[in-house]
């Protein structure tokens, strides 16, 4: 178990030597991108003296590394700031947005995740069958078409022929639970057709390589039952390869459901940091791309974490 | 006509349904259309109160503000009207009307106007209005600290002073007849003043709503203001708005039920959204306007010719067709909206001529023209399609356009005034004087044709200070034709702004001057 916490910590602080190094990069590409905030908030109507006043009170007019260092100085501090556009504070306008997004993922993740593995269990207990291929062939359709293209079709199908579910995901903060569900159902299941897939087809892969070995056929031979051999001789081998898709897929949910988000209409983080780069608001896009780094680096480790405590062989070293 | 009128007044309190009356209207000898018209004015005198509108509004970003100084977008300015009132208003057939100025009165020289203030007007802090407050809301967009939007336009103001409680003196640094038009502005909203700052941040206002919560690219909640001063307005008891940028989001919501109404239908499929029973298409047609604009410093388009040349060049039915699918009127070749009061009428429709575009190119010494047209979707939707189609119409005339697609982050900085010539649209101004000062004037920091006329510059002062309509009209006629003959303008077409309404809204003549009834809809519609 000490192994186990040595990593988690070494990793921690890997973590955050990554955050920093993403910070930078992000602060760097924003100030490549042409135009700054003054710019962009006036857009047609600018003025020279306009643009320079909104500079000056924003301190734009500060060189771009004593501007990174304020910042910098003020998040080691843990004050995100304020966003320059609107003056609001950055904790105020990524809180409820924070938990609309992990709220979607959270419910996109416990639709898809048991869905995936089931199919992918039964895709390999009836391999080649007519039910493989069908999962198969509809997975793979999903995942390929564009998501803003299966949202419309679910729209189509659930909220303007068969009026089932809103058009849009109209989410206020004192929703209760099962309304709120009502209402990100549709943008949880066009995520849920998205990473199906994946996952379905990882764990089927991984299953199917290890039905080939040695002690699966032992197994075979005994007489076992093929749904047993499977779930309780093939599964626990394979869950490793398996984790890790999961969690990537996991991750993804979190950071890149910016499409589903414009299609439904759902306040998330996504739109906020859209938003953010295309008014050069520094601050914001800042804070955002911490976020999902930090999403990235939480997620790896947890997949690192479980695929060790999987594996037998891996906790216990020689 | 007895029997017409009885009908009237059965459909009038609600005791016949509007097909009813459709159907008797039409069995009387009425047109489908005259049936329909009379339905909407009846049901125009008769606003109802009550029940939550919910807009779905194609613009909104979580970096909006409440300070109408940068208001940006539709979705903060319909927000702005709700909960604000300006000095005066266009009221919703194009007239100036007062709002929370009584009265106006200018010095024969239209140098000083004196603006009485209502009396008895709350804000929704519970505080009276004052001249000081208004004093307060102008100086926010003066001054060299200002980031208003609205600076330039409030720049020929010298002094702004109060006399007494209720009267504001504003001088001017020279006449200006259209003065009252400007204070209508949707920046110049009054705000209440706290130690002679105006409070921008708050969201307080006089207007008919207050502002219960404001998500930034979300959605606000508004409620009915009860002290609200105007008589016969604001009949909702809420409002809700919601952003919704994607135009198929927003269609599914309105055809769904979701939303009352929405702004920027997809004029692709708008025919087919009309089709739905529960949908209307509203179309305003106002001032808003797209252009492709030529920088007259810079060869060639310094030659008069080859821009004459340009501007005979282009079928402009077939961009309206194309590109509006209809939903505008041909543009000629100057800013001013067929529903401006002084838009020369008379002045010959420019058509596209591929033997005039011959003879200016030869009047201009060249037997072929090469040019660069810088567009991209940020300057208007569609820009690109039209530069391309702009391109196949002038190829005829030997004229080779090169269309240059630019990126659309960043394009109001880095093309538009710097490239020496793209497709720019213009929201379009309530006065000739306003639109020409902001785009035409010499030296004005937007004049992006960078057109410098001293004949229509000198015309420019003289109108604006002319108190007498008949000679304005002259000299903005004549203006008119300087820039449609000799500026660095092509106006090919003017946009409608096309809404979609369910069939439960209802709403007197809608304001062309802005979308969604000159950003009054809250306040002025109700349901039926």
Redesign the interface.
């Known amino acids: 178990m000490d192994q186990i916490l040595k990593m988690v910590a070494q990793r921690l602080a890997l973590g955050v030597v990554t955050l920093f190094v993403v910070s930078l990069i992000i602060f760097s590409a924003v100030q490549l ?3 700054d905030l ?13 643009v320079a ?2 500079r ?2 924003l301190k734009l007019d500060l060189p771009a590394h004593e501007r990174y260092f304020n910042w910098l100085f003020g998040i080691i501090q843990g004050d995100l700031g304020r ?1 320059l ?4 504070e950055i904790t105020e ?1 990524i809180g ?1 947005r924070l938990l609309n997004t992990l709220f979607l993922a959270a419910l996109a993740a416990a639709i898809a995740v048991p869905l995936s593995l089931t199919l992918g269990i039964l895709a390999a207990l009836y391999r080649n069958s007519f039910y493989d291929r069908a999962v198969n062939v509809f997975t793979l359709s999903s995942i390929s078409f564009p998501e803003f293209f299966v949202a ?1 079709i679910l ?1 189509l199908v659930f ?2 022929n068969l ?1 089932m579910f ?3 995901s ?1 989410i ?1 903060g004192n929703l209760e639970f099962w309304e709120r569900v009502y209402r990100t159902i549709l943008p949880a299941l066009t995520l849920t057709l998205v990473v199906v897939a994946h996952m379905m087809r990882m764990t089927r892969a991984a299953i199917i390589n290890l039905l080939a070995s040695p002690y699966i056929e032992m197994a075979n031979l005994k007489g076992i039952k093929r749904g047993r051999v499977i779930t309780h001789h093939a599964l626990p081998n394979a869950l490793s390869p398996i984790i890790n898709v999961i969690v990537l897929n996991l991750a993804y949910l979190v950071v890149g459901v910016v499409i589903v988000e ?4 759902y ?1 998330g983080l996504g ?2 940091m859209v ?2 780069v ?2 050069r ?1 520094i601050p ?1 896009v800042q804070a955002c791309s911490l976020i999902f780094a930090a999403t990235y680096v939480l997620l790896n480790l947890t997949a690192d974490i479980l695929s060790i405590l999987s594996n037998p062989r891996l906790l216990h070293p020689r | 006509m007895r029997d017409f009128d009885s009908c009237k007044d059965l459909f009038a309190s609600g005791k016949m349904t509007r097909r009813d009356f459709m159907q008797r209207a039409m069995a009387l000898g009425a047109t489908t259309a005259l049936a329909s018209t009379m339905a909407g004015q009846v049901m125009a005198a008769t606003p109802k109160k009550g029940g939550r509108l919910r807009l779905g509004i194609g613009h909104g ?6 300070d109408p100084a ?1 208001y ?1 977008n539709l979705y903060v300015q319909v927000m702005g009207g709700a909960a604000h009132n300006k000095l005066t208003e266009i009221g919703n057939t194009g007239d100036l009307v007062s709002e929370l100025a009584e009265s106006w009165e200018p010095t024969p020289d239209a140098i000083q106007w004196r603006f009485k203030l209502r009396k008895g007007v709350e804000f929704h802090s519970g505080k009276t209005l004052d001249a000081d407050d208004v004093v307060a809301s102008f100086n926010h967009h003066r001054g ?6 609205a ?2 336009i409030v720049d020929p103001i010298e002094d702004i002073k109060t006399d007494g409680k209720d009267t504001v003196v504003f001088t001017m640094k020279s006449g200006n007849a259209d003065f009252p038009f400007i204070v209508s502005d949707y920046h110049l909203a009054i705000l209440p003043s706290k130690d002679g700052k105006a409070d921008a ?1 708050s969201g307080t206002g006089t207007g008919g709503y207050t502002i219960e919560k404001y ?5 606000t909640a508004l409620k009915r203001f009860p002290n609200y001063w105007k008589s016969g307005k604001a009949h909702f008891d809420e409002a809700e708005m ?5 135009v ?2 927003r269609t ?2 309105l ?2 039920g ?1 939303i009352d109404a929405m702004d920027r239908v997809d004029i692709k499929t708008a025919h087919l959204l009309a089709r739905k029973p529960n949908v209307n298409i509203a179309e305003t047609s106002g001032t808003a306007h797209y252009t492709f604009a030529m920088r007259t410093d810079t060869p060639p388009f310094d030659n008069n010719h080859v821009r004459l040349a340009l501007k005979h060049a282009v079928d402009r039915e077939a961009l309206l067709k194309t590109i509006l699918r209809g939903h505008g009127v041909v543009g000629n070749d100057h800013p001013i909206g067929r529903s401006n009061r002084f838009h020369a009428d008379d002045l010959p429709q420019r058509s596209y001529d591929i033997d005039k575009a011959k003879f200016h190119l030869k009047k201009a010494g060249l037997s072929s023209l090469k040019v660069d047209l810088s567009a991209a979707d940020a300057a208007f939707a569609g820009a690109v399609d039209a530069a391309v189609l702009f391109k196949e119409h002038a190829a005829k005339a030997g004229i080779d356009i090169n269309v240059v697609r630019e990126p659309n ?2 394009y ?3 093309v ?1 005034l710097k490239k020496p010539w793209c497709a720019v ?1 213009w929201g379009g101004r309530p006065t000739e004087d306003w639109m020409f000062s902001t785009a035409y004037a010499a030296g004005a ?2 004049n992006d044709t960078f057109w410098e006329h001293e004949r229509f510059n000198k015309l420019l002062i003289q109108a604006r200070a002319e108190l007498d309509e008949a000679k304005r009209r002259d000299m903005y006629t004549e203006m008119q034709r300087l820039v449609r003959d000799d500026g660095g303008v092509l106006v090919p077409m003017f946009n409608n702004y096309v809404m979609g309404l369910s069939t439960k809204v209802a709403h007197d003549t809608m304001g062309a001057n802005w979308s969604l009834d000159g950003f009054r809809a809250i306040e002025r519609w109700w349901f039926a």
């Open positions: 991108l042409p135009g003054a710019e962009a908030i006036l857009g047609q109507s600018a003025t020279p003296e306009t006043a909104f000056r009170e966003s556009a609107n003056q609001r306008l409820g419309y729209i909220a303007v009026g809103p058009s849009i109209n206020s414009v299609v439904f209409v306040p739109q906020l938003d953010s295309s008014k608001d914001v | 970003s979580t970096t909006d503000t409440l940068t940006e060299d600290d200002s980031k208003s939007a600076k330039p941040t998500e930034p690219g979300v959605r919601l952003s919704i940028v994607d198929a989001a599914n919501a055809t769904t979701e982050d960043g109001w900085s880095n538009w649209y920091p937007w």
